[in-house]
């Protein structure tokens, strides 16, 4: 399948020979720059091409052009656009025949231009003499006169039919090109295969530089193994390349699909093997198991695509950190309602708006600040109503609008007769009235909630406004481990729908995921490898429901959703509380610190200087006591204690580390005494 290196030439010569008409064509890099997989980048597109690898050129389009100084080897590009014109630089050597000259000439019928030469000698043709020097002027280049082949010149400096004639192609002397002042632009000479290997001069410059070699630059576009989209490159890499389009007829071009590619393949397309080609990215934004084996080179059983209805779900403020769940519709297990918690009267007004008809218990006192307002109590039971705005009255004697929640208060007879609807209207009243609770204050609420239905987690996000705790009452037997019932709580945020590629192991078939195509960044290709089953005789699969999210995942998910929290009111200054009997106590018992003051007055009173370092009369030295002898006579009877001294062990009575009777006698008595 490789090509030799005796076929190997240039990219730039085998794209400048290229017919379009043939494409496309396969080629193998053999050597030059750019190999051993080193990546360039050209032209904002990066380009790898390693010795060996398989490209398949399937168009090219010119670029640009170059021109080469053959005397200074200067060079420079030139747009296509550019307005120049050229002359062309005479060849020196002569040609041999009309057949040769014209062979080699840029003569072609597409792009035809007059050529002039002329002869070193006398040309009889058809009884027609020319004599030496004659210019000749190429007319057409190859016609058929009597069957033979010939070509059309004009004499120069004749008029009429006799200025016109025939010359065989077999014609043999020795022709020079002629200048006639022939200009070409670099159109013409770029799409032109025969101007292409001449060389030229521009025409209002001067004959300093040498000779320009031109060559065109084409735009290449191919397909190579493992490429997304489609590499363009200049045909300008220097590279060696071998046509093997005869012998690379079986050859695949493995395309890397994303998962929102796969997402746009038909149905009847799965299942299907595929081969992941790059992992997803790290850190991934999920912390389930299966991410870890989504490495290059693990291959997949592609099951279906689909859209799935999954909710967003978090675990309740705790102790341990919290974690975040994205999961599916499709979850097994049973859940129930869970009282939730508000910590404000704000958040209280928030879950009214999602859901009317919230009823909560206080378990904590909490008292408004402002006059007017109502103050709770623990075991205070609410129906919250509505929020308005009403004025009220300042600490300072102010009126000033507040934003406040209605509630009712309801008594412990409310709860018994909470269903008989034939009390009268009067004693209702007395027993329930309502408070005003501005949206600052803060407490402890617990939701009232007296359902004890299990729900399914489709059923409940139908039935229930979100944000909605619940609490795992029957774990989903479908998985192995349902880590949703490890916890005491969990709260439902959002439902979205998430566009899913439903995948498992090639190894582990049965066990099944859902690859997010939005979230996870991976490439695949479809390989032709077969099922892991039986044809017809597929194994029942067990999807795994539930994904955890990492930390900042979660956050920008919440931000793509679109999800609003509810933001606290501004809270107003604390109240300063006085009571009567302090003000009196404070009267009644002064204190030191009652002269301290940041009045002006002591502000500017001065300090006294500091004493000096150096006194000129230094004060009088008090006279001592003199020193006399004691006038008390010790006791007679009454020994002076002394503390007992170990007496000095001998250098030589190392081995006596033990007392005997005797000795131990001894010293308790000489301890009673010194006591």
Same mark, same amino acid.
């Given at each position: 399948?490789?090509?030799?290196?005796?076929?190997?030439?240039?990219?730039?010569?085998?794209?400048?020979?290229?017919?379009?008409?043939? !494409?496309?064509?396969? !080629?193998?890099?053999?050597?030059?720059?750019?190999?051993?997989?080193?990546?360039?980048?050209?032209?904002?597109?990066?380009?790898?091409?390693?010795?060996?690898?398989?490209?398949?050129?399937?168009?090219?389009?010119? &670029?640009?052009?170059?021109?080469?100084?053959?005397?200074?080897?200067?060079?420079?590009?030139?747009?296509?656009?550019?307005?120049?014109?050229?002359?062309?630089?005479?060849?020196?050597?002569?040609?041999?025949?009309?057949?040769?000259?014209?062979?080699?000439?840029?003569?072609?019928?597409?792009?035809?231009?007059?050529?002039?030469?002329?002869? =070193?000698?006398?040309?009889?043709?058809?009884?027609?003499?020319?004599?030496?020097?004659?210019?000749? $002027?190429?007319?057409?280049?190859?016609?058929?006169?009597?069957?033979?082949?010939?070509?059309? =010149?004009?004499?120069?400096?004749?008029?009429?039919?006799?200025?016109?004639?025939?010359?065989? !192609?077999?014609?043999?002397?020795?022709?020079?090109?002629?200048?006639?002042?022939?200009?070409?632009?670099?159109?013409?000479?770029? @799409?032109?295969?025969?101007?292409?290997?001449?060389?030229?001069?521009?025409?209002? @410059?001067?004959?300093?530089?040498?000779?320009?070699?031109?060559?065109?630059?084409?735009?290449?576009?191919?397909?190579?193994?493992?490429?997304?989209?489609?590499? $363009?490159?200049?045909?300008?890499?220097?590279?060696?390349?071998?046509?093997? $389009?005869?012998?690379?007829?079986?050859?695949?071009?493995?395309?890397?699909?994303?998962?929102?590619?796969?997402?746009?393949?038909?149905?009847?397309?799965?299942?299907?093997?595929?081969?992941?080609?790059?992992?997803?990215?790290?850190?991934?934004?999920?912390?389930?198991?299966?991410?870890?084996?989504?490495?290059?080179?693990?291959?997949?059983?592609?099951?279906?695509?689909?859209?799935?209805?999954?909710?967003?779900?978090? $675990?309740?403020?705790?102790?341990?950190?919290?974690?975040?769940?994205?999961?599916?519709?499709?979850?097994?297990?049973? &859940?129930?309602?869970?009282?939730?918690?508000?910590?404000?009267?704000?958040?209280?007004?928030?879950?009214?708006?999602?859901?009317?008809?919230?009823?909560?218990?206080?378990?904590?006192?909490?008292?408004?600040?402002?006059?007017?307002?109502?103050?709770?109590?623990?075991?205070?039971?609410?129906?919250?109503?509505?929020?308005?705005?009403?004025?009220?009255?300042?600490?300072?004697?102010?009126?000033?609008?507040?934003?406040?929640?209605?509630?009712?208060?309801?008594?412990?007879?409310?709860?018994?007769?909470?269903?008989?609807?034939?009390?009268?209207?009067?004693?209702?009243?007395?027993?329930?009235?309502?408070?005003?609770?501005?949206?600052?204050?803060?407490?402890?609420?617990?939701?009232?909630?007296?359902?004890?239905?299990?729900?399914? &987690?489709?059923?409940?996000?139908?039935?229930?406004?979100?944000?909605?705790?619940?609490?795992?009452? @029957?774990?989903?037997?479908?998985?192995?481990?349902?880590?949703?019932?490890?916890?005491?709580?969990?709260?439902?945020?959002?439902?979205?729908?998430?566009?899913?590629?439903?995948?498992?192991?090639?190894?582990?078939?049965?066990?099944?995921?859902?690859?997010?195509?939005?979230?996870?960044?991976?490439?695949?290709?479809? @390989?032709?490898?077969?099922?892991?089953?039986?044809?017809?005789?597929?194994?029942?699969?067990?999807?795994?429901?539930?994904?955890?999210?990492?930390?900042?995942?979660?956050?920008?998910?919440?931000?793509?959703?679109?999800?609003?929290?509810?933001?606290?009111?501004?809270?107003?200054?604390?109240?300063?509380?006085?009571?009567?009997?302090?003000?009196?106590?404070?009267?009644?018992?002064?204190?030191? !610190?009652?002269?301290?003051?940041?009045?002006?007055?002591?502000?500017?009173?001065?300090?006294?200087?500091?004493?000096?370092?150096?006194?000129?009369?230094?004060?009088?030295?008090?006279?001592?006591?003199?020193?006399?002898?004691?006038?008390?006579?010790?006791?007679?009877?009454?020994?002076?204690?002394?503390?007992?001294?170990?007496?000095?062990?001998?250098?030589?009575?190392?081995?006596?580390?033990?007392?005997?009777?005797?000795?131990?006698?001894?010293?308790?008595?000489?301890?009673?005494?010194?006591?």
């Amino acid at each position: 399948m490789e090509g030799t290196e005796t076929d190997a030439v240039s990219m730039q010569t085998y794209i400048e020979s290229l017919d379009t008409k043939t !494409l496309p064509r396969i !080629l193998q890099v053999c050597s030059g720059v750019y190999f051993q997989g080193s990546v360039y980048e050209v032209s904002g597109s990066e380009v790898c091409l390693s010795t060996g690898d398989m490209v398949k050129i399937i168009g090219a389009k010119l &670029l640009s052009a170059t021109t080469e100084d053959i005397s200074s080897k200067e060079t420079s590009e030139l747009p296509l656009n550019y307005k120049g014109m050229f002359k062309m630089v005479l060849e020196d050597m002569p040609y041999s025949s009309v057949e040769e000259m014209v062979g080699l000439l840029p003569v072609d019928l597409e792009s035809f231009h007059p050529i002039s030469f002329v002869s =070193c000698h006398c040309l009889k043709v058809k009884g027609r003499v020319l004599e030496g020097g004659q210019v000749l $002027t190429l007319m057409e280049p190859r016609t058929l006169v009597n069957g033979t082949p010939s070509v059309r =010149c004009q004499i120069e400096g004749h008029q009429g039919p006799s200025s016109e004639i025939l010359i065989p !192609l077999s014609c043999r002397g020795k022709f020079y090109e002629h200048d006639n002042g022939q200009a070409y632009t670099l159109e013409q000479i770029l @799409t032109s295969p025969r101007l292409g290997t001449r060389y030229f001069r521009h025409i209002k @410059t001067t004959n300093c530089g040498g000779p320009l070699k031109i060559t065109p630059i084409y735009q290449v576009q191919a397909i190579m193994s493992m490429r997304k989209d489609v590499v $363009t490159f200049p045909s300008s890499l220097e590279v060696d390349v071998v046509d093997v $389009t005869e012998q690379s007829q079986s050859v695949k071009f493995v395309t890397p699909l994303s998962l929102a590619e796969v997402m746009a393949k038909p149905p009847e397309r799965f299942p299907a093997m595929a081969e992941v080609v790059e992992g997803p990215s790290v850190p991934s934004p999920f912390k389930s198991p299966w991410v870890e084996n989504l490495q290059k080179g693990q291959r997949l059983v592609l099951h279906s695509c689909c859209d799935s209805p999954m909710v967003l779900a978090s $675990t309740l403020k705790s102790k341990k950190a919290q974690q975040n769940f994205l999961v599916s519709q499709n979850y097994g297990g049973r &859940l129930r309602r869970r009282p939730r918690e508000f910590a404000a009267v704000y958040e209280l007004c928030g879950a009214l708006q999602r859901a009317p008809g919230l009823s909560v218990t206080v378990s904590r006192h909490c008292e408004a600040l402002e006059k007017g307002l109502d103050s709770l109590s623990a075991g205070d039971q609410l129906d919250i109503l509505r929020n308005q705005m009403v004025e009220v009255q300042g600490n300072e004697g102010e009126w000033q609008t507040v934003e406040v929640l209605v509630c009712r208060h309801l008594s412990e007879a409310d709860e018994d007769d909470e269903d008989d609807e034939d009390d009268e209207d009067d004693g209702e009243d007395e027993r329930k009235h309502e408070l005003l609770l501005p949206m600052y204050l803060e407490g402890q609420f617990v939701e009232r909630i007296k359902d004890k239905k299990k729900y399914s &987690l489709a059923n409940l996000v139908k039935q229930f406004p979100l944000p909605l705790d619940v609490k795992v009452a @029957t774990k989903d037997t479908a998985v192995r481990c349902d880590p949703l019932s490890d916890h005491l709580g969990l709260q439902l945020k959002e439902t979205v729908i998430e566009p899913v590629v439903l995948a498992s192991l090639a190894s582990k078939p049965d066990e099944c995921f859902e690859l997010p195509s939005r979230w996870l960044s991976m490439a695949l290709y479809f @390989t032709e490898d077969p099922l892991p089953w039986h044809k017809g005789q597929a194994p029942k699969m067990q999807c795994e429901t539930v994904t955890e999210l990492t930390e900042a995942f979660y956050h920008e998910f919440l931000s793509q959703v679109g999800r609003a929290e509810v933001l606290p009111p501004p809270l107003p200054p604390k109240r300063v509380m006085e009571s009567k009997t302090s003000h009196q106590r404070s009267e009644s018992l002064p204190t030191q !610190l009652d002269q301290l003051t940041l009045s002006n007055e002591n502000k500017l009173k001065r300090s006294p200087p500091p004493p000096p370092m150096i006194l000129e009369d230094p004060p009088p030295v008090l006279q001592r006591k003199p020193i006399s002898p004691a006038s008390t006579q010790p006791n007679m009877y009454v020994q002076t204690p002394k503390r007992p001294s170990k007496k000095s062990k001998r250098e030589n009575d190392s081995d006596h580390d033990y007392e005997s009777p005797d000795e131990f006698i001894k010293n308790a008595a000489e301890s009673v005494m010194f006591y």
